[in-house]
C-alpha cells in the first residue's frame, strides 16, 4: 500500500515534470532555438502556464491517469488521453485568449505543446506499467482466509495489476480450507494450516503484509498463534480494508450494527456540512441561470414528440427515509402502467425521440436543478432511489437503510463506478459502492466525484 501510494506522488511529478519539458520543447521547436530557456519570453509563458497546469493535473485525476493501473484497457487509455488534449486545449484558450491581462496568446505553440505532452504521457504511463509488472515491485503479501463476499478481489490478474503478489493462503479451519482450495491457484506455495511453515514462507519470500479476516479478534486460537510466530514488523491489515483499498466499494456481508456505529452514524463536521450546502446552493443557482434559456426549447420538443405533462415527477426516498418529489424533463411515452415498471431498461421502447436524445446529453436532468436549492438532494450522495424500489431493496438488501442516513445527490460514487442497475443482485453490487461513499465522505473526495461526472459526462 506505501508503494502504491509513493507510486501515485511519483506519477504527478513525473506529470508536473513532462508539462514544463514539453512547454520548453514546443518553444524551442517553434523558434528553432534550443537555447531559449533563460529567456524572458519563456518566463510569461512558464508563468501563464503554470495556472493551466494546475487544471491539467485535476483532469489528469478525473480521467483515472492517476489509477493504479492506468493502463487497463488501452482503447479506453488512449480514447482518455484524446479527450484530455481537446479539454486541455479548450482550457488554455479560455485562459489565454479571454484573460486581458495574458501577455502571450500562442496558437502553434498550445498545439504543439499538448501534441508533445501526450505523446510523453503514454510513454511515462506504459513505463509505469511495466514497472508494476516487475516482480521487485509486486509487494508480497500473505492472506489469512477472506472474508464473504470479497472473492472477486482473491484473483491473481486484479491482485498483480495492483502491483501486490500472494505467496500463501493460511487457515485453520478445515471448512475454510475447503472452500479456499479453488483459490490455491492465486497463491504461489497454495493453501497451507501450519503456522511454522507459514512462518518460513514468510521469511524465505520476505512477506511485507499479512492480510486478516474480519473474525480475526474473534478467533483466539489464531490471534494466538499469529502473534506467537509471526514477526511483529509485518504490515498487518484487516480484510476489508484491503478490499475497499482496492475495490474501491465496502462489502455488505462485512457490514453489521458494529460496523454502522463506527462508521456511518457519524456526526457530519458543522463546517462541512455549511460548505457542502452553501455550494449546493451557489451552483444550483448557477446550473439554472445558464440552463433556464433552454426550458422553453426543450418543453416544446417534449410536448411535440408525444403527449402529455413536460416534466416526469416521481416520489423518491431521501435523509432519513423523507419522501420527496424528483423533477425531470419527460423523456417517455405517457402510459397508464408506467408506474407498475420497475426496472428503467425494461421501458427503452417507450422513449421517445426526443427523449434519447435528452438522455444522451443528460439534458432531461437539468430541472434536478431545483431539488438541489430546495435542499431534497446534494449535488453528490447516494442516487435517490424510487419509493417502489426503496420497499424491494430494503427486503431483498440487508442493511440497505444506510443510504438513507446521508443526503442524497445527482451524482455519486456509484453512479460513476456502476451503471444503472437492472436488477436486485446490481443494485446489491451498486450499494457496496454507495457503503464506501458512506464511510469515506469527504469535501474532498466529493470535488473527485464532481470532476469524474464531468468526464463521465463529457465521454
Not at 484558450?93 to 496568446?105: E, M, N, P, Q, S
Not at 504543439?112 to 514497472?131: E, G, K, M
Not at 443557482?285 to 417534449?302: D, E, S, W, Y
Not at 426496472?343 to 431539488?371: A, C, M, S, Y
Request: hydrophobic share 45%.
Amino acid at each position: 500500500m506505501k508503494k502504491r501510494r509513493l507510486l501515485k506522488i511519483i506519477m504527478l511529478l513525473g506529470d508536473v515534470f513532462l508539462m514544463y519539458g514539453s512547454l520548453f520543447l514546443a518553444l524551442a521547436v517553434r523558434y528553432g532555438d534550443f537555447s531559449l530557456l533563460p529567456g524572458p519570453q519563456t518566463t510569461d509563458f512558464v508563468q501563464q502556464f503554470s495556472v493551466i497546469f494546475i487544471f491539467w493535473v485535476a483532469a489528469l485525476y478525473a480521467f483515472n491517469f492517476y489509477e493504479v493501473p492506468s493502463l487497463k484497457k488501452i482503447f479506453d487509455f488512449f480514447k482518455n488521453i484524446t479527450a484530455f488534449s481537446f479539454l486541455a486545449v479548450a482550457f488554455a484558450v479560455v485562459c489565454l485568449y479571454f484573460d486581458k491581462t495574458a501577455v502571450i496568446t500562442p496558437k502553434t505553440i498550445l498545439i504543439i505543446h499538448v501534441l508533445f505532452f501526450a505523446v510523453s504521457l503514454a510513454l511515462w504511463r506504459y513505463l509505469i506499467a511495466l514497472i508494476l509488472k516487475n516482480r521487485k515491485f509486486k509487494e508480497k503479501i500473505v492472506l489469512i482466509d477472506f472474508a464473504p463476499g470479497t472473492e472477486d478481489l482473491v484473483d491473481e490478474k486484479i491482485l498483480s495489476s495492483h502491483g501486490y503478489k500472494v505467496v500463501a493462503l493460511f487457515f485453520l479451519n478445515s471448512k475454510d480450507g475447503e472452500k479456499l482450495r479453488s483459490f490455491s491457484g492465486v497463491a504461489k506455495h497454495g493453501v497451507i494450516s501450519d503456522i511454522n511453515k507459514l512462518k518460513e514462507i514468510v521469511k524465505k519470500e520476505k512477506v511485507e503484509t499479512v492480510v486478516f479476516p474480519m473474525s480475526f479478534n474473534g478467533d483466539k486460537k489464531m490471534v494466538q498463534k499469529i502473534f506467537n510466530t509471526l514477526p511483529f514488523n509485518l504490515n498487518y491489515i484487516n480484510f476489508v480494508d484491503f478490499y475497499e483499498f482496492l475495490m474501491k466499494k465496502t462489502p455488505i456481508e462485512a457490514v453489521d450494527e458494529g460496523w454502522f456505529l463506527e462508521n456511518a452514524s457519524r456526526f457530519e463536521k458543522k463546517t462541512e456540512k455549511i460548505i457542502k450546502r452553501s455550494v449546493d446552493i451557489l451552483f444550483s443557482t448557477i446550473g439554472i441561470l445558464l440552463t433556464i434559456a433552454l426550458f422553453p426549447f426543450i418543453a416544446l420538443a417534449v410536448k411535440i414528440n408525444s403527449k402529455g405533462p413536460v416534466l416526469y415527477i416521481q416520489k423518491r426516498v431521501g435523509k432519513d427515509g423523507k419522501v420527496f418529489r424528483l423533477y425531470k424533463f419527460r423523456t417517455m411515452k405517457t402510459i397508464e402502467n408506467q408506474n407498475n415498471e420497475i426496472w428503467r431498461r425494461n421501458n427503452e421502447k417507450e422513449v421517445t425521440r426526443t427523449g434519447k436524445i435528452l438522455r444522451k446529453l443528460h439534458l432531461d436532468e437539468i430541472p434536478q436543478f431545483f431539488n438541489i436549492l430546495k435542499g431534497d438532494i446534494s449535488f453528490v450522495g447516494p442516487r435517490p432511489e424510487w419509493t417502489k424500489l426503496v420497499k424491494t431493496f430494503e427486503k431483498e438488501i440487508p442493511f440497505y437503510c444506510l443510504r438513507h442516513t446521508i443526503k442524497p445527490g445527482a451524482t455519486g460514487w456509484a453512479q460513476i463506478h456502476y451503471p444503472a442497475s437492472a436488477s436486485v443482485e446490481e443494485a446489491k453490487e451498486k450499494f457496496k459502492y454507495d457503503l464506501y461513499y458512506i464511510k469515506n465522505r469527504s469535501c474532498l473526495m466529493d470535488f473527485s466525484i464532481i470532476l469524474k461526472t464531468f468526464k463521465k459526462l463529457l465521454s
